[in-house]
């Protein structure tokens, strides 16, 4: 199994940025996508940002394209998503994912990324963002 949690959450103004980060353990090697979604309150939840464990693909929601970052640092089995230019309609549960699937990136690249694509999650950190 793998864990996942997320920290660097918070309170933003209108322009600001965060970094999210996404500390994994467990059984990380067999792991091939890591990705965020987030879900605002009485929303479904969107995909976000995805990065293929090799660092060599990424893929970002048309909303965030631009202003978001996705990374990794393997040596820290730790995930980052850096924001700037946060808009209110940013604010969100943030959650960090992981897929077992060899040709995750393959499928997230060609369909609108499914929460059931990712086999393992974290608990979420918020993200408010004030107008």
């Known amino acids: 199994r793998v864990q996942l949690v997320e920290s660097g959450g918070g309170s933003v103004q209108a322009g600001g940025s965060l970094k999210l980060s996404c500390q994994a353990s467990?059984?990380?090697?067999?792991?091939?996508?890591l990705g965020w979604f987030r879900q605002a309150p009485g929303k479904e939840r969107e995909p976000v940002a995805f990065i293929h464990t090799d660092a060599r693909s990424t893929h970002y929601g048309d909303s965030v394209m631009g202003r978001f970052s996705i990374s990794q640092d393997k040596a820290k089995d730790t995930l980052y998503l850096q924001m700037i230019s946060l808009k209110p309609e940013d604010a969100a549960m943030y959650y960090c994912?992981?897929?077992?699937?060899?040709?995750?990136?393959?499928?997230?690249?060609?369909?609108?990324?499914?929460?059931?694509?990712?086999?393992?999650w974290g608990r979420g950190t918020q993200v408010t963002v004030s107008s």
């Open positions: 467990g059984n990380v090697a067999g792991i091939y996508c």
């Open positions: 994912a992981a897929s077992s699937a060899f040709n995750c990136m393959t499928v997230i690249r060609t369909h609108v990324p499914r929460s059931s694509l990712f086999d393992y």
